[in-house]
């Protein structure tokens, strides 16, 4: 399934990610952001389980900020899993 989640607080203004029925992460990409960090993240979880992410990448910050690319994922990830 296809999930688009609008981000707060970061340079990346969307996420979109495809998930399939077990949860496992088959896509991720953003739109904005720092081209080269928002690919790294997504090679990185692709093929792991939404819940294992979320658990790597809750509460990551970025600079003065209280949030990140990869703690919006987190949400994103949480929304689109219903949690």
């Known amino acids: 399934m296809e999930f ?48 294992e992410v979320i658990d790597a990448l809750s509460g990551i910050t970025c600079g003065f900020r209280k949030t990140s690319c990869p703690d919006q994922l987190s949400k994103a990830l949480q929304a689109a899993i219903g949690g």
């Open 4 to 51: 688009r989640y609008r981000t707060k607080g970061t340079c990346s203004t969307e996420i979109i990610l495809e998930l399939d029925e077990d949860n496992i992460i088959r896509s991720v990409s953003f739109r904005n952001g720092c081209n080269g960090n928002t690919k790294g993240i997504s090679a990185l979880v692709v093929g792991r389980k939404a819940e």
